[in-house]
């Protein structure tokens, strides 16, 4: 048993590994399977390149229309950061609707917003039709604020119910602290349509479902070149030749620069997630509620109840790859205990990061590069939805049943500042704790 403290858990992290990292989604995986590296030339309508959600999602829907798809994953499906989330399924993006609004527009803004209610309905609907296998799914999300903000969150729930029929349920300090047994929040707002779930299980009866309808799936098999060729493409793989007519690359914060052109229109970030000890009745009494919960920071915690009694808690960006796990790990105990003070004696058993790919303007990036090549990345953060609903307009876009996927064309490839970049990102979470830390103390 790990003890208690800023040493309680050494975060994993480590790119190299081909295996999937120590992590709770590991430790609960319910089944397994192998898919081998294919060698040899081989020619298929569309070659999509990562295994992640978004990948995933894409193959799935080509598939399902008896496509020729071949999905190529340098490690192991979901095997980044689809695969080691919070685990949080709700509408929206990583920015704002404010922000997208200012951006293209009312009209074009409501769209990309019921796009994003899009993805969730496609998950949500598949776990259930699917009966995926420790898939875990709990319907409800809280958003609480650490801030006297009531007036602000009615608006905010009237205002959303009535542009996209959303049933968003205000809750004031008494029925919030019916359901939290803490003096940090004020009030929330219940999402009772949002769910949590257990993502690699989804990844994996994704896979399954791809290999079923006929697709072919290929771990440890990172693409090395993707260059023209007659009538299409061709991937080059250590032990494979892929021709293609349609490439999709669908890597995230793993991405090792196959497309330049993506490489340099996003930042990987890494997010940090801990696990506490199976934790008894006593963490029944602080959190009465199944629904996930998140606070209102920017630079936010996240956390829900899993096995029963123990806190999955995640939170914290930070722009180094190998930043300092020990005080990371001490950071976010330190605002579990701060939120809940009955578990000053709570230890943490398991710790680990993930790196997650985010555009500068916050938005996924999803389109086409020229003719034949495409891309659906730089999830923010928020990919369970938007992976699925970007997979699928994907798959679309090259089956020509729709040209949905130009909704994004505003939000593409520009260039997100290299180590500059980095640097402005990380400098600017630390701002935006400063300012969490100010308000919340005003």
Same mark, same amino acid.
């Given at each position: 048993?790990?003890?208690?403290?800023?040493?309680?858990?050494?975060?994993?992290?480590?790119?190299?590994?081909?295996?999937?990292?120590?992590?709770?989604?590991?430790?609960?995986?319910?089944?397994?399977?192998?898919?081998?590296?294919?060698?040899?030339?081989?020619?298929?309508?569309?070659?999509?390149?990562?295994?992640?959600?978004?990948?995933?999602?894409?193959?799935?829907?080509?598939?399902?229309?008896?496509?020729?798809?071949?999905?190529?994953?340098?490690?192991?499906?979901?095997?980044?950061?689809?695969?080691?989330?919070?685990?949080?399924?709700?509408?929206?993006?990583?920015?704002?609707? #404010?922000?997208?609004?200012?951006?293209?527009?009312?009209?074009?803004?409501?769209?990309?917003?019921?796009?994003?209610?899009?993805?969730?309905?496609?998950?949500?609907?598949?776990?259930?039709?699917?009966?995926?296998?420790?898939?875990?799914?709990?319907?409800?999300?809280?958003?609480?604020?650490?801030?006297?903000?009531?007036?602000?969150?009615?608006?905010?729930?009237?205002?959303?119910?009535?542009?996209?029929?959303?049933?968003?349920?205000?809750?004031?300090?008494?029925?919030?602290?019916?359901?939290?047994?803490?003096?940090?929040?004020?009030?929330?707002?219940?999402?009772?349509?949002?769910?949590?779930?257990?993502?690699?299980?989804?990844?994996?009866?994704?896979?399954?479902?791809?290999?079923?309808?006929?697709?072919?799936?290929?771990?440890?098999?990172?693409?090395?070149?993707?260059?023209?060729?007659?009538?299409?493409?061709?991937?080059?793989?250590?032990?494979?030749?892929?021709?293609?007519?349609?490439?999709?690359?669908?890597?995230?914060?793993?991405?090792?620069?196959?497309?330049?052109?993506?490489?340099?229109?996003?930042?990987?970030?890494?997010?940090?997630?801990?696990?506490?000890?199976?934790?008894?009745?006593?963490?029944?009494?602080?959190?009465?509620?199944?629904?996930?919960?998140? #606070?209102?920071?920017?630079?936010?915690?996240?956390?829900?109840?899993?096995?029963? #009694?123990?806190?999955?808690?995640?939170?914290?960006?930070?722009?180094?790859?190998?930043? #300092?796990?020990?005080?990371?790990?001490?950071?976010?105990?330190?605002?579990?205990?701060?939120?809940?003070?009955?578990?000053?004696?709570?230890?943490?058993?398991?710790?680990?990061?993930?790196?997650?790919?985010?555009?500068?303007?916050?938005?996924?990036?999803?389109?086409?590069?020229?003719?034949?090549?495409?891309?659906?990345?730089?999830?923010?953060?928020?990919?369970?939805?938007?992976?699925?609903?970007?997979?699928?307009?994907?798959?679309?876009?090259?089956?020509?049943?729709?040209?949905?996927?130009?909704?994004?064309?505003?939000?593409?490839?520009?260039?997100?500042?290299?180590?500059?970049?980095?640097?402005?990102?990380?400098?600017?979470?630390?701002?935006?704790?400063?300012?969490?830390?100010?308000?919340?103390?005003?």
């Amino acid at each position: 048993m790990l003890k208690a403290g800023p040493a309680a858990a050494k975060i994993v992290h480590d790119p190299a590994m081909t295996d999937y990292i120590d992590t709770w989604y590991r430790r609960s995986l319910v089944g397994e399977t192998v898919y081998p590296p294919r060698a040899g030339r081989h020619e298929f309508e569309t070659c999509v390149i990562g295994g992640g959600l978004a990948g995933l999602s894409a193959a799935h829907d080509l598939a399902a229309c008896g496509r020729s798809v071949i999905l190529l994953e340098a490690r192991r499906i979901a095997w980044g950061a689809s695969g080691r989330n919070g685990g949080f399924l709700t509408p929206g993006y990583a920015t704002g609707l #404010d922000a997208i609004e200012r951006r293209v527009g009312r009209e074009a803004a409501d769209t990309l917003y019921r796009l994003s209610m899009e993805g969730v309905d496609i998950v949500r609907d598949r776990l259930a039709q699917w009966q995926v296998p420790g898939s875990h799914l709990s319907a409800g999300v809280i958003y609480a604020t650490r801030y006297d903000s009531g007036e602000t969150l009615r608006r905010e729930a009237e205002v959303e119910n009535a542009r996209f029929g959303r049933r968003l349920q205000f809750l004031d300090r008494d029925a919030l602290g019916a359901r939290l047994n803490s003096t940090r929040y004020f009030q929330a707002l219940l999402d009772p349509e949002a769910s949590h779930f257990h993502p690699l299980n989804y990844a994996q009866a994704l896979a399954a479902r791809i290999t079923g309808q006929g697709g072919t799936i290929a771990e440890e098999s990172p693409a090395l070149k993707v260059e023209k060729h007659a009538g299409g493409h061709l991937v080059t793989t250590p032990q494979a030749r892929i021709a293609a007519r349609h490439v999709v690359f669908a890597g995230g914060g793993y991405s090792d620069g196959v497309a330049p052109a993506l490489a340099r229109a996003f930042l990987p970030i890494a997010t940090y997630v801990m696990l506490t000890e199976k934790l008894g009745a006593r963490v029944h009494e602080i959190i009465r509620t199944r629904a996930a919960i998140a #606070d209102d920071r920017r630079a936010g915690d996240y956390y829900r109840l899993v096995d029963g #009694d123990r806190l999955l808690w995640g939170g914290r960006i930070t722009t180094a790859r190998n930043a #300092d796990a020990t005080a990371i790990t001490a950071s976010l105990r330190r605002q579990m205990v701060g939120t809940y003070p009955a578990l000053a004696d709570a230890k943490i058993e398991l710790a680990w990061s993930g790196l997650m790919s985010y555009a500068r303007h916050l938005m996924p990036q999803i389109g086409r590069l020229e003719e034949g090549l495409w891309y659906c990345t730089g999830f923010g953060g928020h990919g369970l939805n938007t992976t699925a609903v970007g997979g699928r307009l994907v798959a679309e876009a090259i089956t020509g049943s729709s040209d949905r996927y130009r909704h994004f064309a505003p939000f593409g490839l520009a260039w997100a500042g290299g180590p500059i970049g980095l640097m402005a990102a990380q400098a600017t979470y630390w701002y935006l704790q400063a300012m969490d830390w100010w308000r919340e103390r005003r």
